[in-house]
């Protein structure tokens, strides 16, 4: 039997390079799945069904947390967004380590529901850094900008929720120290029951 | 100001390599700090003052528990051995991480105390090695091998109250792995006070 895998929740400031960080943990380990949401919205052009997102109806999206489909979910900007539970479980089973991207309230509820989940909170190197960010995307007009960073200020009075701090500075060795801050959760204890009910069974044979 | 240095405790069966371990560590890396015990027993040929112990009379130990000079302290065979707090408080203020060698009990105390302790067990990688590398070392009579085995079974009783388990199977690759658990542990909102406490002063200051 496979060692079941772990539940990594990823959130951190708009602008801390979350989705380049995730891209580059699929690309340079095997052990790691992207969770795939569940949402309302309309897709968007290139986004394509069960990649980016499952694109549900309303009644569909209703439907499924009615019937305990979603690990957590939350509406914005009218639309809803949420994890579908089963694509979760049949990972972790096989012993993958899914990574879940979702923001702080979505996170709560996640650690609530799953206790051993790990959280993770990404940032820039500082605040000036998480400007420059914001601002060279060029995508964005001056409001949005001061709206994430007014966001940014209440997001980190959340981050103490959070098991991990991690910096994104240099993408390649911060994609290295997530990797071993998994590999690390896999040698907690309480994530070690079943080698430590045989290591007990073994030196009990032995000291007969 | 230096970041504060981690406390390491390290315990572990009888034969599983702990000592070596410490040593890789040490050899491979800079910010260890092994924490040197004091003992009221008598020393061994080879051993040094200030190296494998603080050679204490009973009375000096006794003096030292009084005025709350040891972290914690156990008594074995009749001597008493203990971990003088000056020491590991000075090296965790300038940022060194502190490794402490020490048994089940003594490494309770330590975490009732200091909570934020990181607690690790080392093993091999299963009874029959335990046994093997028992028995290898040759300078043992039978009946005290048959007794460690059965402590080992009562240590094993006592592993989830350690935050990792890991297993000395390959010297360097278990060296690299706890040297990688330290630094992870870096991480960990909990000790990222500061660092947040600057991020959100900087944000605050960004946003108005």
């Known amino acids: ?19 380049t960080l995730m891209k580059e943990l699929l690309r340079r380990y095997e052990n790691y799945a992207l969770s795939v949401s569940a949402t309302t919205r309309k897709p968007r ?4 069904e069960g990649r980016e997102y499952f694109f549900k109806t309303r009644e569909e999206f209703e439907q499924m947390i009615a019937e305990g489909q979603l690990i ?23 012993g993958q380590d899914v990574i879940l991207e979702i ?5 709560r509820k996640v650690k609530e529901r799953f206790p051993d989940t790990v959280l993770l909170f990404v940032s820039p190197p500082g605040a000036e ?40 500075d240099d993408l390649e060795a911060c994609a ?4 071993q801050i998994v590999r690390c959760e896999h040698s907690r204890t309480l994530r070690c029951g079943e080698l430590l009910h045989d290591i007990r ?3 009990k044979a032995f000291s007969k």
């Open 176 to 179: 290295e120290h997530v990797h």
């Open 103 to 107: 923001e702080i309230q979505g996170a």
């Open 45 to 48: 052009e290139g986004e394509e």
């Open 1 to 19: 039997m496979e060692k079941r895998g772990i539940l990594l929740v990823v959130s951190g400031f708009s602008g801390a390079g979350k989705g």
């Open 72 to 94: 957590e979910y939350a509406c914005y900007v009218g639309n809803y967004y949420g994890t579908p539970k089963a694509y979760v479980e049949q990972q972790l089973e096989q």
């Open 129 to 168: 850094e998480l400007k420059r960010r914001l601002t060279k995307r060029g995508t964005e007009s001056p409001e949005v900008i001061e709206n994430r960073l007014k966001r940014a200020v209440e997001e980190a009075e959340g981050i103490e929720d959070y098991d991990y701090f991690v910096i994104n």
């Open 201 to 203: 069974e073994e030196l």
